[in-house]
């Protein structure tokens, strides 16, 4: 009999996941090529050529002993420094390598702080819609998971709503901006008077509130829109990025975590995470991976976002010009798009068509689907067709 806790789990486990084989199903039937699966974040774009030579280079120039040996559990000295330089060339911060700890991927960096971070009974704030997997972090920690139902016109957190929402109990909010499902970034007027709420939630309630902010699409950003730092805005902020989507590196599961000098108690808080990194079993980030970073932090990844914003621009045009109804994205690669019936039977609706798409309800907010338009661009032209069909289907056209 497996654990009472893994129940709960495995019975939720992730439709993502479920649609994305259910695409590997139909691809062996009609063909690849005639199945359209929007299922899942899994970056199109080949990884940049630096990545491919520094791979290249590590394993034919360095010593092998130390490319594949143990190291810190917070990572390569030179690798954090080298990211905290980039860091505070681009947004102006002060951080060292003392503030950077290189993690799983970034979810082994979420998990790594809520283990250091959170007790069991606390309260993690999440803005729906948002990552589904939130919830399996928190009940990692034994901690509940309270949602903020969304205001469905924008996507900005309902920060009414949010205010009334925190109590002593709470411990972390978890931001993702640019967001998954939405591709919505939370703007600076959001950012400040988020930070604003807490500060004086701190100061009623004598507590730190920490604001963890999951980036995993930071660079993906279209039409000129600016991505707020958090760091910036509020002193208990903590960071959590991934090179998945920048690098298109998703199966090498490569990130860190920041933890800025201003954090309430920092050296405590990172020595934690240190140690978390090392209970959960991660033990330390992947070492090739690292000595890639290295040599790539500072990539121009200019060209993928050009890739996705020629998908997103198709693909937004086409689904308006059916009668969609959809917020333009302004980051990340995915648009959530209204459902005229319950988003479960719409997902279903649309197999019919082979086009996969995820419901709504598997991110806290019904009625919609989410489209991950990080596909080919011959995906997203020869998907139109059958999205016609499934209009006309709904009556939408």
């Known amino acids: 009999m497996i654990a009472d806790k893994m129940v ?3 019975n939720n486990s992730s439709v993502i996941r479920a649609m994305f084989e259910e695409g590997r199903r139909l691809a062996g039937i009609y063909g690849a090529d005639k199945v359209y699966d929007f299922s899942l974040g899994n970056p199109n774009v080949p990884a940049p050529k630096e990545v491919n030579k520094a791979i290249h280079d ?6 092998s002993v130390f490319v594949h040996g143990y190291m810190s559990n917070s990572g390569y000295e030179d690798v954090r420094e080298a990211i905290a330089d980039s860091l505070n060339r681009r947004f102006g911060t002060h951080f060292s390598f003392n503030n950077i700890i290189m ?6 960096g979420i998990n790594s702080f809520f283990k250091a971070f959170v007790n069991p009974g606390d309260d993690i704030i999440a803005f729906a ?4 997997e939130y919830r399996a972090y928190a009940a990692n920690v034994d901690a509940e998971l309270v949602v903020i139902p969304p205001d469905t016109d924008t996507f900005q957190p309902d920060l009414a709503a949010f205010e009334k929402s925190i109590t002593p109990k709470t411990k972390v909010v978890i931001v993702n901006t640019p967001n998954n499902p939405t591709g919505v970034v939370y703007s600076e007027k959001t950012i400040t008077e988020m930070a604003d709420i ?3 939630k701190q100061k009623e309630y004598g ?3 920490a604001l963890f902010s999951d980036e995993p699409y930071r660079e993906l950003a279209y039409d000129g829109v600016k991505v707020p730092y958090l760091t910036k805005y509020y002193e208990n902020t903590v960071v959590g990025y991934s090179y998945s989507k920048s690098l298109s590196l998703p199966g090498e599961r490569i990130g860190y975590l920041v933890i800025p000098d201003e954090f309430d108690d920092s050296a405590k808080v990172i020595t934690a995470c240190n140690v978390a990194t090392r209970v959960l079993g991660f033990v330390n980030a992947p070492s090739l991976m690292q000595r890639v970073i290295l040599r790539c932090v500072d990539v121009d990844v200019s060209s993928n976002i050009a890739v996705y914003n020629r998908n997103r621009e198709t693909l937004y045009k086409g689904l308006r010009d059916l009668g969609f109804e959809c917020i333009k994205p302004e980051g990340a690669f995915y648009m959530f798009v209204k459902t005229p019936i319950d988003d479960v039977e719409f997902s279903n ?14 991110f806290a907010c019904k009625g919609f689907v989410r489209i991950a338009y990080c596909v080919s661009y011959d995906t997203v032209v020869n998907s139109l067709p059958e999205f016609k069909k499934l209009a006309e289907e709904l009556k939408l056209i």
């Open 103 to 108: 993690t799983v991927g970034a979810a082994g």
């Open 8 to 10: 709960n789990l495995v």
């Open 198 to 200: 807490l500060r004086k």
């Open 349 to 362: 609706m649309a197999k019919k068509y082979n086009i996969l798409v995820v419901p709504g309800s598997s």
């Open 207 to 209: 507590t730190v509130i």
């Open 58 to 63: 590590i394993i034919n120039e360095e010593d």
């Open 129 to 132: 819609p948002y990552f589904g």
